[in-house]
């Protein structure tokens, strides 16, 4: 069964930039979409955006555009996130989720990374 | 947009739990999930598609809906069912999730 493994936790400035990556560990993206979604303290899920790896396209949540970029290496199995222009209110656990397909059939985020804080403080 | 209710729900293990999500507007092919979370962990995939279990998840979950309404059903709540559940909209981008419903022991 695959998983997702991310990096670790992140203090950044305001203003700055933060790279998150995940990497899928017993077996690969395949034709998968890997999604990231950010969970602020206490609060609720949000969706930030999403890649194909094997196609290197993404997709983005309009309210981050311009703020976040997705890539993925097919070759090494990670993608990243990579979220700029931080500010307090970006102070999030950051998720990578998996979104898979056989036929028909469509998976939302059956596999979900560990997490990682990510906390904007000056 | 999603809204879900009750914001919190009080009850007993052995009773049955209803969590409701509404959209504003019809969810294309039904593309409806079910996630729990429990605190410092990361959601748990339980339904797609409306009313199709994930694997692995128990028969007391269940869902059912379609079109803007839709219902979580835990049979009779275990006590490591009590958790956040919240439900996500896949059938158009952006993907949006509901506010959550808190199930807790009362």
């Known amino acids: 069964q695959v998983q997702l493994v991310q990096s670790g936790a992140e203090v950044k400035k305001p203003g700055s930039s933060v790279e998150v990556s995940c990497k899928a560990s017993r077996g690969t993206f395949g034709n998968s979409t890997i999604n990231w979604v950010r969970q602020a303290p206490g609060q609720g899920l949000e969706w930030l955006g999403g890649?194909?790896?094997?196609?290197?396209?993404?997709n983005y949540a309009q309210k981050f555009q311009g703020r976040v970029t997705i890539t993925a290496d097919k070759s090494t199995n990670v993608a990243y996130m990579e979220l700029s222009s931080l500010r307090s209110e970006d102070t999030a656990i950051y998720f990578c989720a998996r979104y898979s397909a056989v036929g028909r059939k469509h998976f939302p985020f059956d596999i979900w990374g560990q997490g990682t804080m990510v906390t904007v403080s000056s | 947009v999603l809204t879900q209710s009750p914001d919190t729900l009080p009850l007993s293990p052995g009773e049955r739990a209803t969590l409701s999500c509404r959209a504003s507007?019809?969810?294309?092919?039904?593309?409806l999930a079910w996630y729990q979370q429990k605190p410092g962990q990361a959601p748990r995939l339980l339904i797609y598609?409306?009313?199709s279990r994930a694997a692995g998840i128990p028969d007391r979950f269940s869902g059912s809906g379609s079109g803007t309404d839709f219902t979580l059903t835990i049979s009779r709540l275990e006590p490591e069912d009590f958790a956040v559940f919240y439900c996500?909209?896949?059938?158009?981008?952006?993907?949006?999730f509901g506010p959550g419903t808190k199930v807790e022991i009362e």
């Open positions: 507007r019809s969810v294309g092919d039904n593309f």
């Open positions: 598609g409306a009313s």
């Open positions: 996500l909209q896949y059938g158009s981008s952006p993907f949006t």
């Open positions: 890649i194909i790896p094997i196609l290197d396209i993404a």
